[in-house]
């Protein structure tokens, strides 16, 4: 049981240049999330799904495109990176009701040069 | 729309000290839940405690405790004998109670350190 697992780790990429940050959950979860993480703003949501086939815009999501296929997996897309998304990121999921707990990944760290 | 301050950038405090981490919210929601969560420098996000606004009594989790006040909209964080290992940034989060979506809104973080 491996949880919530995020790949890569660290990133480096080029202005302009595109890529996809994975996520998945071993754990049967309907509500993934993705975030980032920026020095003195905590984390701010991204896109969010409450299942297969339903997304949602979150507080920052401009620049950037999920899709959730499956229960597993809730991949987020980078469709021409910016400066501006250099950033850690992180994948969160939960079970149904309102009263589960939140899981987080690992983390993936992007540089936007 | 929710929002959630730390009004707290940094603290530290002695090893076996007790420590609290100030956190307020502002929503116009009756049900709603609470938490904090730890960030080590592992950067594992790390749920520490969690209350729901429908009840009265304050949350503990051996060491650690909150002191929610409901029509202040604040939600504190106490540490009791604090250990080198609770060194971390500390993050206050609301997540709304009236729908089923998973929006949690995350304050900017507390940064604790712990001092031998």
């Known amino acids: 049981n491996a949880g919530v697992t995020q790949t890569p780790k660290f990133q480096v990429l080029k202005t302009g240049q595109s890529m996809t940050l994975q996520c998945a959950q071993d754990?049967?979860?309907?509500?993934m999330s993705w975030y980032r993480q920026d020095p003195g703003m905590g984390l701010r949501l991204i896109h969010y799904?409450?299942?297969?086939?339903?997304?949602d815009q979150g507080e920052v999501p401009n620049g950037y495109n999920v899709s959730r296929s499956t229960t597993e997996d809730f991949p987020l897309r980078l469709l021409s990176a910016a400066p501006s998304q250099t950033s850690v990121y992180f994948c969160?999921?939960?079970?149904?009701?309102?009263?589960?707990?939140?899981?987080f990944g690992p983390g993936t760290r992007l540089l936007v040069l | 729309a929710q929002t959630v301050t730390q009004s707290q950038p940094e603290m530290s405090v002695q090893e076996a000290e007790t420590v609290t981490l100030s956190c307020t919210y502002d929503?116009?929601?009756?049900?709603?839940?609470l938490f904090w969560y730890k960030q080590p420098p592992s950067r594992q996000m790390i749920l520490v405690i969690r209350q729901e606004a429908y009840k009265q009594q304050n949350a503990t989790e051996n060491r650690f405790s909150v002191n929610f006040q409901k029509a202040a909209k604040s939600f504190s964080l106490k540490i009791s004998d604090s250990q080198l290992g609770d060194t971390a940034m500390y993050f206050c989060a609301f997540m709304t109670g009236e729908t089923s979506y998973d929006k949690v809104i995350f304050g900017p973080g507390t940064s604790l350190s712990v001092i031998p």
């Open positions: 929503t116009s929601e009756n049900n709603y839940y």
């Open positions: 799904s409450v299942g297969a086939g339903i997304t």
């Open positions: 969160a999921t939960r079970g149904g009701g309102l009263q589960e707990t939140q899981y």
């Open positions: 754990m049967n979860h309907e509500y």
